[in-house]
């Protein structure tokens, strides 16, 4: 039995409908099920809760081989950390409770730096459940591709924003490659031991070719406009976030700027097959209007 956690998201969704493919059990853990994917809710048993309660995790790894962790955002959390570390801590106390022996979770690529918002409560979180005597793995990805979802409106006023410095590579990865590089370690449980897996497309690209390459896709005009952090923090506070998360987001921004992914850069280069040119065909182009382009 895998039990996945956030099976409504993007990467959880898609690792519940492998995995079912495959012929595996699955258990899902879901505060909504009526947002479940149909072969989701056809095929594999629902607990209905958050992954944060303890009664919840101890019901969904009864008899479980194996725990797929995200971490869920929460926008509106008063510490990034704490957010993390703990569902981070809940997992690695029901794992001992219950006597699972596999993990798997999302973290994020490199480290070296405990003031990185996101990414060091990533790598907080990874280090309690690899305190849980379980065998763990955590897929460790870089920028995510589906970030550029949220410049829709940007990119058809013919500009990508970020706070990324835009001479220095950023590497980027497509979720669905996660899915499927989590799905390859559930379905086959011979690992031990405690481990990262650095995981991102065989893309090389600054922002600056980053916004080439999205433009030369969709067959339009765009050029890179680097956000200074802070000013960052404060668009993400006018949209509603706590002062916590937003300034979390920017810190982690200053440490991508840093170097935080570049102990971790080639090792993780091109284990996600997806290059940025074919997510931006398959996912961005159609959701782009064009016809100004």
């Given amino acids: ?64 081989d194996a725990y797929f962790l995200i971490v869920p955002p929460n926008g509106q959390a008063d510490s990034v950390e704490g957010h ?30 405990d003031r990185a918002g996101h990414l060091s409560a990533a790598r907080a979180a990874e280090a309690e459940l690899g305190r849980s005597g379980a ?12 970030n550029l979802l949220n ?52 893309d090389a690209l600054t922002p600056i070719e980053l916004t080439r390459t999205v433009a030369e896709t969709l067959g339009r005009a765009l050029t890179y406009n680097q956000i200074p952090t802070d000013q960052y923090a404060e668009q993400l506070r006018g949209y509603g976030m706590s002062a916590a998360w937003a300034d979390g987001i920017a810190e982690m921004a200053v440490a991508q700027n840093a170097g935080f992914y570049d102990s971790e850069i080639d090792e993780a280069r091109g284990k996600a097959p997806t290059t940025l040119a074919q997510w931006t065909e398959t996912v961005l182009k159609p959701i782009v209007d064009t016809t100004d382009a």
Wanted: hydrophobic residues 50%.
């Fill in 151 to 202: 410049q829709v409106l940007a990119i058809e006023a013919g500009v990508i924003a970020l706070p990324s410095d835009a001479d220095r590579i950023l590497p980027v990865v497509a979720a669905a490659d996660l899915s499927a590089v989590a799905a390859d370690l559930l379905s086959d449980l011979s690992w031990t031991g405690v481990a990262r897996v650095p995981v991102s497309s065989p």
């Fill in 84 to 113: 993390y570390v703990e569902y981070g801590r809940q997992a690695r106390a029901a794992i001992e409770r219950g006597g699972v022996g596999h993990a798997v979770m999302i973290s994020t690529m490199g480290g070296g730096n």
């Fill in 1 to 64: 039995m895998i039990v996945v956690s956030t099976p409504t998201g993007t990467i959880g969704s898609k690792l519940a409908e492998l995995l079912l493919e495959r012929g595996e059990a699955v258990r899902v853990i879901a505060r909504d099920p009526s947002k479940l994917a149909a072969a989701v809710q056809d095929g594999a048993e629902t607990i209905v809760g958050s992954h944060a309660d303890p009664a919840v995790l101890d019901a969904a790894l009864a008899g479980a």
């Fill in 135 to 146: 065998a763990v793995r955590a897929i460790a990805p870089p920028f995510f591709m589906e």
